[in-house]
Nanobody
């Protein structure tokens, strides 16, 4: 079983930055591709970014590409989401998730392990 604990959410003004962190309890963290998803009230959960087990490959939703950066430190069992140039439409609960594969996934059903979520609010 993999436990994920997220941190770093908060309230920022448009144009600001936040860095989300997700600490994992996995024994072999590098074997899990990791993803970030977000969900606004009344909307479906939305894919944000993913990174392969070794951290070589990344994939981003078009809405965040060139603004967000996903990274991981396998020695620390941690994945990060650096969010720059934040917009009000980025406001959502952000979830960290782990997949049972080293390869990138972008569907929520492919991720059996999830964090508790952290709120990101971007004011205009």
């Amino acid at each position: 079983q993999v436990q994920l604990v997220e941190s770093g959410g908060g309230l920022v003004q448009a144009g600001g930055s936040l860095r989300l962190s997700c600490a994992a309890s996995a024994r072999t963290f590098s074997r899990y591709a990791m993803g970030w998803f977000r969900q606004a009230p009344g909307k479906e959960r939305e894919f944000v970014a993913a990174i392969s087990g070794g951290g070589v490959s990344t994939y981003y939703a078009n809405s965040v590409k060139d603004r967000f950066t996903i990274s991981r430190d396998n020695a620390k069992n941690t994945v990060y989401l650096q969010m720059n140039s934040l917009k009000p439409e980025d406001t959502a609960v952000y979830y960290c998730a782990a997949a049972n594969t080293v390869y990138i996934r972008s569907y929520h059903a492919d991720y059996p392990y999830w964090g508790q979520g952290t709120q990101v609010t971007v004011s205009s």
